[in-house]
C-alpha cells in the first residue's frame, strides 16, 4: 500500500513536470555544484540509492527521495523533499545496530526542507561557491530498517571550478551534520542485546570532490569522491569511511538521468564481532551503493 | 508475497513519460534567412570563409579567453552596388548540453551590427534570443570590454548561454582584427 501510495506520488509529480522543462542538472550523484535555481524557476527530482553487502548475511535497502526546488531568488534556492526507504536483510545480527531480520517494502521514512545561497557563481565570477542548511526528519533507521526518530541540521558548502569551456567541471563540498535521534524500544530483542532507547547525538563530517566532463553532446562521465566520519557522545570516533565512483550523466531535452556506482574503498572505526573486512566500515555503512537519479526542470 | 521495492519501477514508468514530453523547436534561421535578417539592404553575400591558422588561433585564443576548434571560420562578405557593407560571420559555442549556433553581422569598420540565434538546441537559456540582451553588442569593437556581470548583463536562467555567446562574439571580433579589418594579412 505504502509503495504503491508513493510511486504514484511520484509518477504525478514527475508527469506533471514533463509538460515542460528547464534542465539545471545534478551532474553527479552525492556530490553537488555551486548554481542555483533562478528566480521563480521550479524542479523536481527523484532519487534511488540502493545500498547493498554488509559483509555478512543479506543486506539490501533502497532509498527513495522525492524533492522539489524553487528559485526564491536568483541566488536563493528553497526545496523540500519527502523520503521513503526499503529493506531486506537476514543473517545480520549487530549489537546495538541491527538487532536482527527485517523486510518490508517502501515506506515513508522522512522530510526533509533544505536552503541554497549562492554567494559566488562558477560562470560568472569564475569560481563558484555555495551554501546550504538542511533540516530532516526521520522515523525510520536507513540501518536496521527499525523504528528511530532523527531530527539532523546540517550545513553545507559547495564549491565549482570550470574548465576548457565550462566542459569540464570540478566539484567540492564539506558538510557538517548535527543529530539528534531516539530509538523506540523493541520488544523480542535476542537476549542480551544492546538496544539504547536514551537520546544520543552525533555529529558527521563529510568532505569530497568530483570531476566530470562533457564526452559528447548531452553526455557528461566523470568520478567523485567522499571521505565521512561521525562521532558519538559515548564512543567518539565512531565510524570513518572513504567512497569513490564513476558517475555518467545523460541530458535529453526534456529530462536528464545521472547513475553513480559507488564503493567504499577504506573504513574503519566501530566493527562487528567475526567482520572480515576490516579494513571496512560495516555497520552503518555497506560495501557498495548505486545511486540513480532523474531530474525535471519547469 | 515479496514486497520490497524494486528501484527500476520508478524510471520505467517514468522515462516513457519523459520522452513523450513535448519537444522544442530548434530551427530559428537558416544561414540565408540570418543574413537577410542582419543585413536587409544587401544584394549578395559573398562566401569568404577564414583559414585559422596556428597564430590566428592563439590570436583569438589569447583575446578571447576561448578555444578555437574548427580550422575555417565560415564568413561571407555583404554587398550592395559592390559596395561592401559589412561582414557576416556564423559560429558556434557551447551550450550545456549541445553547440548553440549564432550569427555575427560586423560593420565594414568592425562593430558589432547585431546577433542572431540560427540553432538552439538546449532545454533552457533561449531568452539570448532577447533582442534588448543582444543589443548590448552593438556598436561594441575589438578591444572593448565585454565581460558577463560586467558590461554585458546576465539574464537569470541563461547564465551558460549568456556566458558562451558573450565569449562568442569576443572570439568573432577577435577574428575580424586578425582576418577580416583591411590591411589584415
Known amino acids: 500500500m505504502h509503495k504503491t501510495a508513493f510511486g504514484l506520488l511520484a509518477g504525478l509529480l514527475l508527469a506533471g513536470t514533463a ?280 | 508475497m515479496n514486497d520490497t521495492f524494486h528501484w527500476w519501477t520508478v524510471p520505467a514508468i517514468v522515462i516513457p513519460a519523459a520522452v513523450a514530453a513535448p519537444a522544442y523547436a530548434v530551427q530559428y534561421f537558416t544561414v540565408a534567412q540570418a543574413q537577410r535578417a542582419l543585413f536587409p539592404s544587401a544584394a549578395a553575400f559573398v562566401s569568404r570563409p577564414v583559414a585559422l591558422s596556428a597564430a590566428r588561433k592563439d590570436f583569438i585564443q589569447d583575446y578571447s579567453g576561448v578555444r578555437v576548434r574548427a580550422e575555417r571560420q565560415p564568413v561571407w562578405r555583404a554587398e550592395a552596388d559592390g559596395q561592401l557593407l559589412g561582414w557576416f560571420v556564423l559560429d558556434e559555442v557551447y551550450g550545456k548540453h549541445e553547440f548553440i549556433t549564432y550569427a555575427v553581422a560586423l560593420d565594414p569598420q568592425g562593430g558589432v551590427r547585431g546577433i542572431e540565434i540560427l540553432d538552439y538546441r538546449e532545454t533552457h537559456g533561449g531568452e539570448v534570443r532577447d533582442k534588448r540582451w543582444q543589443a548590448q553588442f552593438e556598436g561594441k569593437h575589438y578591444g572593448d570590454r565585454l565581460r558577463l556581470g560586467d558590461t554585458v548583463q546576465n539574464i537569470s536562467g541563461a547564465t551558460l548561454s549568456c556566458k558562451h555567446i558573450t565569449e562568442g562574439v569576443r572570439r568573432v571580433l577577435a577574428l575580424y582584427e586578425t582576418a577580416l579589418k583591411e590591411g589584415a594579412d
Do not use: C
Request: net charge negative.
Open chain 1, 19 to 298: 509538460l515542460s522543462t528547464r534542465a539545471d542538472e545534478n551532474l553527479f550523484g552525492y556530490l553537488s555544484g555551486a548554481e542555483t535555481l533562478p528566480k521563480g524557476a521550479k524542479e523536481a527530482y527523484l532519487w534511488v540509492t540502493h545500498r547493498t553487502d554488509k559483509g555478512v548475511g543479506h543486506y539490501s535497502a533502497y532509498d527513495v527521495t522525492a524533492e522539489y526546488e524553487y528559485g526564491l531568488t536568483p541566488r536563493l534556492t528553497g526545496a523540500v523533499a519527502l523520503k521513503g526507504q526499503s529493506i531486506d536483510t537476514h543473517g545480520i545480527v549487530i549489537d546495538g545496530y541491527v538487532p536482527g531480520d527485517e523486510k518490508y517494502g517502501l515506506r515513508a521514512s522522512g522530510f526533509e526542507a533544505k536552503l541554497k545561497y549562492k554567494f559566488l557563481s562558477p560562470l560568472i565570477d569564475g569560481f563558484g561557491l555555495a551554501s546550504t542548511v538542511a533540516l530532516e526528519h526521520n522515523w525510520l533507521d536507513p540501518h536496521s530498517g527499525r523504528d528511530k526518530d532523527t531530527t539532523s541540521l546540517t550545513l553545507g558548502l559547495q564549491m565549482q571550478k570550470n574548465f576548457l569551456d565550462d566542459q569540464l567541471i570540478s566539484v567540492a563540498n564539506f558538510a557538517v551534520e548535527s543529530t539528534y535521534a531516539v530509538r523506540e524500544p523493541i520488544a523480542d530483542l535476542p537476549p542480551g542485546f544492546d538496544w539504547p532507547t536514551n537520546p544520543e547525538m552525533e555529529i558527521e563530517l563529510t568532505g569530497g570532490a568530483g570531476l566530470t566532463y562533457r564526452v559528447a553532446p548531452r553526455w557528461f562521465v566523470g568520478a567523485e569522491t567522499f571521505y565521512q566520519t561521525e562521532f558519538e557522545t559515548e564512543v567518539g570516533q565512531e565510524r570513518w569511511s572513504w567512497h569513490a565512483g564513476p558517475s555518467v550523466h545523460y541530458a535529453a531535452r526534456s529530462w536528464w538521468v545521472t547513475l553513480t556506482w559507488l564503493r567504499q574503498l577504506r573504513g574503519g572505526g566501530e566493527t562487528y564481532p567475526g567482520q572480515t573486512d576490516t579494513d571496512l566500515h560495516l555497520i552503518e555503512k555497506t560495501k557498495q551503493e548505486v545511486r540513480f537519479k532523474l531530474g525535471y526542470n519547469f
